[in-house]
């Protein structure tokens, strides 16, 4: 009786089929993490960016309610509590704006609102408020 040839791949062949496998794994699975990191990054640029721009949108809203005056010159740093005890949160208002572009008659004050996350700066928004 005559054997049939089975064909196959030997536990040999796999062996080296695994290890270039792993081999080409490695340098893929570190974008992996860099991806990561490059997110978290990304996302506390996005909150420091909602940060100022609420706080931006709560002096307009104190300026529509109560006034010109009610915005007062200096700066002020706020403190953030609860998910955002991290970041830092200053506004500085200017009479008059730096860099001038008041219109004439009218007086103006400029607003820069600016967000921190540990040394350095993550957001800023900058207005000017004008009283015709």
């Known amino acids: 009786m005559k054997r ?6 030997t536990l040999i062949e796999l062996i080296m089929v695994i290890i270039v496998v792993a081999l ?9 993490s ?13 909150t420091a960016a909602q ?11 104190l300026r529509r309610t109560q006034g010109y005056a009610a915005v007062a010159t200096g700066t002020t740093n706020d403190t953030l ?8 949160r200053r506004v500085t208002v200017t009479q008059p704006p730096a860099g001038g572009g008041c219109a004439a008659g009218a007086t103006c004050k400029g607003v820069v609102v600016t ?18």
């Open 4 to 9: 049939a040839r089975q064909s196959g791949f």
């Open 24 to 32: 080409a794994s490695v340098p893929i699975l570190g974008q992996f």
């Open 34 to 46: 860099q991806v990561a990191g490059s997110t978290l990054i990304d996302e506390q640029f996005q």
């Open 51 to 61: 940060l100022a721009q609420e706080r931006a949108e709560g002096i307009l809203a």
């Open 81 to 88: 509590t609860g998910n955002y005890s991290a970041y830092s």
């Open 115 to 132: 967000v921190s996350r540990g040394s350095g700066n993550r957001a800023a928004v900058a207005f000017v408020l004008v009283n015709y």
